[in-house]
């Protein structure tokens, strides 16, 4: 593990606690009936965002399913737009249209923010394959949850991102539950990194409560897929503090 500093230390603790205070007053909005809809909130995740940010560039592409409150906001999207789009405001970050499972910002690389379990993951893949044709040498790195790693859409694209070395970091953030059934009762495979091995994928399982490991694997994977050396699948053990919305 490369020695961290104390800035990124600073920046870690300055983002972590910033998302974990915009949780807390959508959770408490949502309560007063002022937020409708859906809200999936992200406390309890907030090192797997911190972690991920001080190891990827600015122009890297990052894509994630529902919960995506903290992963927008960590990529670029303001506080002020991310609340704006819970309220369905036109300020917000997709014009008060998508709420929160929809965030999107062309301008940070955001893509998403998708409510159909598990349908990133395939264009998470896309997009990386995208960056590849035009002979760029971002990073995709796509996000989804414990319960849509047991689609059928993660074995299609994982055979394909194989095959075409896509330069794309798979990222399961496992905290536990798929809505409200836990790992174990989902699946008898209950360490989801293994997933990955059927592929020959480089794959591992870290402890993504803490900052350090978060970062550390994947800067090791993104270092992997400029080489050309393709994709990464990383479980990121995590907790949800609160319910599924």
Known sequence: MAKITKQTYLYWYELMLRLRRFEERAGMLYGEQKI???CHLYIGQ????AGTMSALRADDRMITAYRDHGLGIAKGITCNEAMA?????????????GGSMHFFSKE???FGGHGIVGAQIGLGAGIAFADQYNGKDNVT???FGDGAARQGIL?????????????VIFVCENNGYAMGTSVGRSSNVTKIATLGE????????VDAMKCETVHDSVERAAERAR??????????CTYRYKGHS
Not at 46 to 49: K, P, Q, R, S, T
Not at 198 to 205: G, I, K, L, N, R
């Open 36 to 38: 409708r809809g859906f």
């Open 46 to 49: 907030e090192a797997v965002a």
């Open 85 to 97: 789009e819970l309220f369905g405001k036109v300020t917000g970050c997709t014009k008060g249209k």
């Open 108 to 110: 940070h690389n955001f």
């Open 141 to 143: 790195i796509c996000y």
């Open 155 to 167: 074995h299609e694209v994982f055979n394909m991102a194989m095959t075409w070395k896509l330069p």
């Open 198 to 205: 059927a592929y020959d994928m480089p794959s591992e399982s």
């Open 227 to 236: 080489k050309g050396e393709g994709p990464t699948f990383i479980e990121m």
